[in-house]
């Protein structure tokens, strides 16, 4: 963050610092076994935090282009364009489920609520919120609707997951993405967009970064928002379910 890298940045030093420590371990493997200890509480932690370092110095400053470029482009989309910025978030939410896309609407989100605290809370954050909330509340309305396309287990997943979307936790939605992903992700990013895209043009305001319908009193309009994420489940669930094969279907 300091390098202005960001949440991406932070993705990357994740694995570049896995990597160093695998070189690491291939560098001292001929060590004599008395200092296998040593390695462990030494070598491993001292020289792999000083390479990593080394190499986010590198990394952090195409990231930060990279980054600042993607929060420049959002943030010029504010204000008159809050529908389209609306939209534009919630469909990053439902992306990837909880992934590098998902946390990057995320995070610019949560950025705004400071500077809007004394104006009633961000409109972004409950664009984002709302669209994180869909895909999973998609997946209960698809199970309920189309029984016939969905197995009893994916039935019964189907219940824990308007449990998942009221509490704003998307990732509930991942086993049916990661299953059918061509028919599942574009299905939940149509719905999310749409609830994000409806939320921004009525301007409602969230106070929180997160909570789902536990916050929904820290909205300016809670009715209407908890409405507009209800369209936005009831269309991405109606489209995923209409897409979605049959299990026998699947089979053959």
């Not at 371990?25 to 390695?39: C, Q």
């Not at 994180?132 to 189907?158: C, E, H, W, Y």
């Not at 921004?200 to 409405?227: C, D």
């Not at 109606?238 to 699947?250: N, T």
Request: net charge positive; charged share 10%.
């Amino acid at each position: 963050n300091t390098g202005g890298a960001g949440f991406l940045g932070a993705l990357i030093g994740g694995f570049l610092a896995g990597y160093v420590i695998v070189f690491l371990r291939k560098l001292f493997k001929n060590l004599p076994k008395s200092l296998d200890g040593i390695k462990t509480i030494l070598f491993y932690p001292v020289f792999g935090l000083l390479i990593t370092g080394f190499l986010m110095l590198l990394v952090n400053v195409p990231m930060k282009a990279i980054n600042d470029a993607l929060n420049g482009f959002l943030t010029s989309m504010s204000g008159s364009n809050a529908a389209l910025l609306g939209a534009l978030l919630a469909g990053m939410m439902a992306a990837d489920l909880g992934g590098p896309i998902n946390k990057a609407a995320y995070v610019f989100g949560t950025a705004t609520l400071a500077t809007t605290v004394a104006t009633g809370g961000s409109v972004v954050m409950a664009s984002v919120m709302a669209g994180g909330m869909v895909p999973p509340l998609a997946i209960f309305v698809a199970t309920r609707l189309f029984k016939n396309k969905f197995s009893k287990t994916d039935q019964d997943a189907g219940l824990t997951n308007i449990v998942m979307g009221l509490s704003f936790v998307t990732e509930g939605s991942i086993p049916f993405a990661a299953a059918d992903p061509i028919r599942a992700i574009p299905s939940f990013i149509i719905g999310s967009a749409l609830t994000g895209g409806l939320v921004g043009a009525f301007g409602i305001k969230l106070l929180a970064p997160h909570g789902g319908i536990f916050v929904v009193f820290l909205l300016s309009h809670p009715v209407m928002y908890l409405v507009f994420i209800a369209i936005g489940a009831v269309v991405s669930g109606v489209i995923y379910g209409l897409l979605r094969k049959a299990p026998a279907e699947a089979e053959a």
